[in-house]
């Protein structure tokens, strides 16, 4: 398995654009998960799926922000429009079970998406 | 509010020096605790969770109760343990699991 796979890699865009982030899952985890990482806050989580239904979006900064999962191998995180301050590291991981207690899957994370919005 | 700490956000050590990345929480009950690490141009990944009470590449981790810690240690740190590492409660809610993230202390190892 090739893993979580994140697409782009790198994007750079200019305020007011929008801009879509796409992952692909590791094939049969049931729960995915979008994360932002940035110097000053670490790794916040956005929003997460389960079953290709958003569970818990409280993470999510603003309007500007959504997050769709169509099937099981796909989610894309947009911004529209686009600020300075959107740019960051956006991860996705995805996990087969539950996490936490009573659940005994690590989460997969995919390499990243640096976004620098000009 | 209920949170993860990690106070250094850098920490540099002499290799074969021990080597203690701190975590704290303030998550009530009994949080499931995990450490992630990320290596240079790797992915973030799980090194290891308190419930398995396991030693992976040497680290450890007591979750203490009582001061809320949940401390990184490796009684000899080595250049490839130079990396990322996240300390992450997971917290019980009422919309499932989740894993949050603390800030995260960059270990640098120096020969």
């Known amino acids: 398995d090739a893993g979580v796979i994140q697409s782009p890699r790198h994007e750079v865009t200019e305020m007011g654009q929008e801009v879509t982030l796409r992952c692909k899952p590791i094939?049969?985890?049931?729960?995915l998960f979008w994360y932002r990482q940035t110097m000053m806050r670490g790794l916040e989580l956005l929003i997460y799926?389960?079953?290709?239904?958003?569970?818990?979006d409280s993470g999510m900064p603003e309007d500007r922000f959504s997050a769709k999962m169509p099937n099981a191998s796909f989610s894309t995180l947009k911004i529209q429009p686009s600020e300075p301050r959107d740019s960051a590291v956006y991860f996705c991981?995805?996990?087969?079970?539950?996490?936490?207690?009573?659940?005994?899957?690590?989460?997969?994370f995919g390499n990243g998406t640096r976004l620098t919005v000009t | 509010a209920q949170r993860v700490t990690q106070p250094e956000k850098l920490l540099s050590v002499f290799k074969g020096a021990p080597v203690e990345l701190k975590c704290n929480y303030s998550?009530?009950?009994?949080?499931?605790l995990f450490w992630y690490v990320q290596y240079s141009r790797q992915r973030l990944q799980l090194l290891l969770r308190?419930?398995s009470r396991e030693s992976i590449k040497g680290f450890t981790a007591d979750l203490n109760k009582g001061e809320t810690s949940f401390h990184l240690k490796k009684p000899f740190a080595q250049e490839e343990d130079s990396a990322m590492y996240y300390c992450?409660?997971?917290?019980?809610?009422?919309?499932?699991?989740?894993?949050?993230f603390g800030e995260g202390t960059q270990l640098t190892v120096n020969p």
């Open positions: 998550y009530s009950g009994s949080p499931e």
């Open positions: 308190h419930i």
């Open positions: 799926f389960n079953n290709n239904v958003p569970i818990d």
């Open positions: 094939s049969g985890h049931d729960y």
């Open positions: 992450a409660p997971c917290r019980e809610g009422t919309s499932g699991s989740r894993l949050t």
């Open positions: 991981a995805s996990s087969l079970a539950p996490l936490g207690a009573g659940g005994d899957s690590p989460l997969h």
